[in-house]
């Protein structure tokens, strides 16, 4: 029997309110207009669709704008300040240890007035990370140089990527995709690692990075008997 579930449920789809606080809108305010004239200069607009790829290898997040043509162009690489945890996936709560994986973002995730300045929630565990009996909650994106498990990003820069969130929910995103790989999961770098008990599980994780590299549009993700499937 095939076990087969879709990434993204449909509820996501609807019409969700996006949370707001004095903090995020002052940042906002501040950030926009200066994000808007750097994106017009790269003939992007801010408020297109967005995708995020975070690398804990050499420890960068990078910010994709979806263009006119409909591909996606990178808009900038953000250095990670901090992550959890070693090379590979979250097994469990408690951990501290930053996950690995396919995740989205709905409106309903972004958190304004979080502990550690802004932040949203990367929906961990997903349907592959649940069909593992992998367990924990609250893992983040967000502002601060400390973590138990979150990607922190520092308040300077999560003021820049919530500000672009936030705009593309503002002009109809249901969501935005974030994929988290261990590096770069090209043939030449992902073959220095054959012999790490997660080869197997990047292997996996490089068909959908494969297919961002072709393609410059994510794909869709599914999970069937346990592993991530890929399709447009």
Known sequence: MIFCCLILPLELFAIQKIPT?????LAIQKHAPILSVKMEAMGLTLGNPIFIRVFKKPGTLELWVQGDDGRFKLFRQ???CTFSGELGPKLQEGDRQSPEGFYYVTPQRMN????????FNLGYPNQYDRAHNRTGSFLMVHGDCVSIGCYAMTDKYIEEIYTIADAAFKKGSPFFRV???PFPLDENTLVQYKNNPWYDFWKNLQQGYQWFEKNKRPPDVNVENKR???SN
């Open 78 to 80: 953000y250095p990670i």
């Open 21 to 25: 606080s004095a903090r995020s809108k």
């Open 179 to 181: 994929h988290a790989f």
């Open 228 to 230: 991530y499937t890929f």
């Open 112 to 119: 304004p007035s979080s502990r550690f300045h802004l932040s």
